[in-house]
């Protein structure tokens, strides 16, 4: 489980496809510290450490499936593109953002970029049968970020990304045309399944 709360931008080192995908990231986390087969949430995928660099050449190295690939962002990266990126809470961790999975629900797209004083609103359009997963006031997770929901038009809805927000993430350069990665608040998915039953 992750917050949605960013600790480190990384870059894309290496991106190869084989089979499956294999990527390379650069980190400033300490690598000694994670450890094989230990989560990252890249861009807001919950990833598998398979490879790490040394202390003095930080980075490590996750393969992603074909369904991850198809889900998220990640089947575009490319070498110097950067990462969101977030190691998974521990028990007794403080919860500053929402509670994240990891598990990409769909790629949405920003539609409209405005400044707003000095933080920046962002709408963005979601495929539409995700729709009925956000509020006004709920919480999503775009490329791992956890962020709160202004309105909801649709399948379209709007955020705003304060100062500080825009510093410590790739959302500094958030750009109409971008595509993002987007999870549903994990509370509105169980509600809307249950509610189907």
């Given at each position: 489980m992750f917050t949605g709360i960013i600790s480190d931008v990384g870059e894309v080192r290496h991106v190869e496809k084989r089979g499956d995908t294999h990527v390379v990231i650069a980190t400033h986390f300490d690598v000694a510290a994670i450890e094989m087969g230990a989560s990252i949430a890249c861009a807001g995928a919950c990833m598998t450490v398979i490879d790490k660099g040394s202390a003095a050449d930080r980075w490590f190295a996750f393969t992603a499936s074909a369904e991850t690939v198809s889900k998220t962002t990640l089947g575009a990266w490319k070498t110097g593109d950067p990462v969101n990126l977030e190691r998974p809470m521990r028990v007794g961790d403080e919860l500053g953002g929402h509670i994240v999975t990891g598990h990409v629900d769909a790629v949405?797209?920003?539609?409209?970029?405005?400044s707003e004083g000095e933080s920046m609103r962002l709408t963005l359009q979601v495929p539409a049968q995700f729709a009925r997963f956000i509020a006004p006031k709920g919480s999503v997770a775009?490329?791992?970020?956890?962020?709160?929901?202004?309105?909801?038009?649709?399948?379209?809805f709007g955020v705003n990304i304060i100062p500080h927000t825009l510093k410590v993430t790739t959302f500094g350069r958030a750009r109409p045309g971008m595509k993002v990665n987007f999870e549903a608040d994990l509370m509105a998915r169980y509600i809307a399944r249950l509610s189907a039953a």
């Open positions: 949405a797209e920003i539609v409209a970029a405005k775009l490329d791992g970020v956890s962020l709160t929901v202004n309105d909801v038009d649709g399948a379209r």
